[in-house]
């Protein structure tokens, strides 16, 4: 009886570590642009915050910082869609699996902006975008990360 209790709690204590150690991680597509000057961030600045308020999808929110701020993230209830962040050596955009169909009309927008952009190199690679994880790994992002993938900000 005292050898199924202790592997009982074996179980349950390797349970417990797969749970709390268990790696997550949302992949992104990640584009790199030539830096733009401060006063050219504030204008994308206020781009983005006419984005935000046109209606691109109910849901979806901008955290851009104060005026000084060189990064900006939209999001959909909470999970990421679409970062940009820029520093003096490049402007940075990361799309985050599944955000042109979580979130389509802001999409469509951000796509407007990002050919606006210079890229870091002469052709831009623009690569496919990664899939969103599955399975246990999407288990433990809503359960214990609270981001549900399943979230949808659609116009």
């Given at each position: 009886?005292?050898?199924i209790?202790?592997?009982?709690?074996?179980?349950?204590?390797?349970?417990?570590?797969?749970?709390?150690?268990?790696?997550?991680?949302?992949?992104?597509?990640?584009?790199?642009?030539?830096?733009?000057?401060?006063?050219?961030?504030?204008?994308?600045?206020?781009?983005?915050?006419?984005?935000?308020?046109?209606?691109?999808?109910?849901?979806?929110?901008?955290?851009?910082?104060?005026?000084a701020?060189?990064?900006?993230l939209?999001?959909?209830?909470?999970?990421?869609?679409?970062?940009?962040?820029?520093?003096?050596?490049?402007?940075?955009?990361?799309?985050?699996?599944?955000?042109?169909?979580r979130?389509?009309?802001?999409?469509?927008?951000?796509?407007?902006l990002?050919?606006?952009?210079?890229?870091?190199?002469?052709?831009?690679?623009?690569?496919?975008?990664?899939s969103?994880?599955?399975?246990?790994?999407?288990?433990?992002?809503?359960?214990?990360?609270?981001?549900d993938?399943?979230?949808?900000?659609?116009?």
């Amino acid at each position: 009886m005292k050898a199924i209790v202790i592997a009982f709690g074996l179980v349950v204590l390797a349970g417990a570590l797969t749970w709390v150690m268990y790696p997550t991680s949302l992949p992104a597509r990640q584009q790199v642009y030539r830096p733009v000057p401060a006063a050219e961030f504030r204008a994308i600045r206020s781009l983005a915050l006419g984005i935000a308020r046109s209606g691109v999808g109910a849901g979806v929110e901008l955290e851009a910082g104060d005026e000084a701020s060189h990064a900006l993230l939209f999001s959909c209830n909470g999970v990421p869609l679409v970062s940009l962040m820029n520093s003096e050596q490049a402007l940075v955009v990361m799309e985050f699996a599944g955000f042109d169909t979580r979130a389509p009309g802001l999409a469509a927008k951000v796509g407007v902006l990002s050919d606006a952009l210079v890229p870091m190199q002469s052709t831009p690679a623009r690569s496919g975008m990664p899939s969103e994880p599955t399975g246990f790994e999407s288990f433990v992002l809503k359960h214990r990360d609270g981001l549900d993938l399943a979230e949808r900000c659609e116009s």
